[in-house]
């Protein structure tokens, strides 16, 4: 904390600049929700290639530029910072610094790099070195044939090297799995009303008798089609017409039959029909705290990393039993790069005032509430530590860096004394997020 402080709320800046179809770009405030990015879009036929994280009702660009995030698109597209092609930052001094190919004079933001890629220095910031203020992201036209497919695994080790060889394969747009224990939150979470909207919403998206008969199939599915104690894996995917999408599904058929299941979809098929749900999983089922911890591996270190993260978990197994510390892992597949993984955990203390002002008063009204458990909250934090640290000797890449990952100790020194002099460059007075990046 520091004296003499102010926080910039950016949700006002939020309006649609340029739609500019022909030459594929789309420029925005950067306080805009990605919901609202997608609903704007959807009219002129294209989106961005990376289309926003699962909370995109409510978080915004800049939110995302700032802090790296992965999700929709990913499985095939990468991360957000990948799909940016233009930015306008706002620096410490009230200049307004242009990156992309719009800083040409007369220029249009349709290219990102004009000379060196200045703008990749700006993105993942925690806005340490500036305010977004307005993006440009490139544009395409989104392949309208879509398949849906889940399958079941006995081992971590066979999933990943499913995941990685369907990723190498370039055949996905998401790529997503639980293990056990996150697995089992989840089919707690999901209340009647819930199921209920996500199956119009699927129902609607499909059209027709074909929507009915897909809305047929997840009501006769329920949730019971996984089997307890297995991991599972949810992929969706989009061709260009009918027998381009079924030749994906195919190559993805032939890569998971070598050690997993194949079960009903309806995870990755409901989780498509309403993409950006409200964002009530930053609570636990009951009504438990929750947080996570990530970090992205190479492929071939999966495995090794979530083995990693289960021997922290068993060096803090009497605090967890003491305190019912619950955990579980969601994993996703970065483009064709690597695989992220997310172990999160829930135990029962007191919601903050961040829970209550952004989850539906509705919904919390439903839920127990937790007196303060201030012990159990340190032993979290603790674990949370333990594992910030494993990922960082693993040489993991993490996302939403702010002040919590060992961001400067993982680095190189060249790197990070260049990181320095950047922001003494833009930044002299250190102004902007003090602390930032372990700056």
């Not at 089919?187 to 209920?196: C, I, P, Q």
């Not at 017409?241 to 890569?255: C, Q």
């Not at 930053?282 to 999966?302: D, L, Q, Y």
């Not at 090794?304 to 597949?333: N, P, Q």
Request: with cysteine; aromatic share 8%; charged share 20%.
């Amino acid at each position: 904390k520091h004296a003499d402080s102010i926080m910039v709320d950016m949700l006002r800046m939020n309006r649609v600049l340029e739609i500019n179809a022909e030459d594929c770009y789309v420029t925005v405030e950067c306080g805009i929700t990605w919901k609202d990015l997608c609903d704007a879009l959807e009219p002129h036929g294209v989106r961005t290639p990376y289309y926003g994280p699962l909370s995109g009702l409510r978080s915004t660009v800049g939110g995302a530029l700032s802090q790296g995030s992965i999700f929709l698109g990913s499985g095939q597209y990468g991360a957000a910072a990948e799909s940016v092609i233009g930015l306008d930052v706002l620096l410490a001094d009230g200049s307004i610094l242009k990156l992309g190919s719009h800083a040409n004079r007369n220029g249009q933001p349709f290219f990102r790099q004009v000379g060196p890629d200045t703008m990749a220095m700006f993105l993942s910031d925690t806005g340490s070195l500036g305010i977004k203020a307005r993006a440009t992201f490139r544009l395409i036209r989104p392949q309208r044939e879509s398949r849906y497919l889940s399958f079941s695994f006995d081992t971590a080790g066979e999933l990943f090297a499913a995941m990685a060889e369907v990723a190498r394969a370039d055949v996905v747009g998401e790529q997503f799995a639980f293990d056990p224990g996150l697995q089992a939150v989840r089919m707690k979470r999901v209340s009647l009303m819930e199921d209920a909207k996500s199956l119009g919403k699927l129902v609607k998206g499909t059209g027709g008798l074909k929507g009915l008969v897909e809305g047929a199939k997840v009501v006769m599915a329920g949730r019971n089609f996984l089997k307890e104690g297995s991991f599972s894996v949810h992929l969706s995917l989009d061709g260009r017409d009918v027998v381009d999408a079924d030749a994906k599904a195919a190559i993805v058929r032939r890569i998971m039959a070598k050690g997993g299941t194949e079960v009903e979809n309806t995870v990755p098929k409901v989780m498509r029909a309403n993409p950006f749900a409200e964002v009530s999983s930053m609570i636990g089922p009951n009504g438990e705290r929750w947080v996570p911890v990530h970090g992205t591996v190479p492929f071939s270190k999966a495995t090794r990393m979530w083995e990693t993260c289960e021997a922290v978990f068993a060096k803090h197994a009497a605090a967890t039993a003491k305190y019912e510390i619950d955990h579980g892992y969601l994993s996703c597949t970065v483009g064709q790069v690597g695989t992220l993984l997310e172990p999160v955990m829930y135990w029962p203390d007191a919601r903050n005032a961040f829970h209550d002002r952004v989850l539906d008063a509705a919904y919390l009204a439903k839920l127990p509430k937790y007196p303060p458990n201030p012990d159990a909250a340190a032993a979290v934090a603790k674990i949370r530590e333990d594992l910030a640290t494993a990922f960082m000797e693993a040489g993991a890449v993490s996302f939403q860096l702010g002040k919590f990952y060992r961001y400067q100790d993982g680095l190189d020194p060249t790197a990070a004394a260049l990181l320095k002099q950047l922001k003494q460059l833009v930044d002299p007075q250190g102004r902007r997020n003090p602390g930032g990046l372990g700056l």
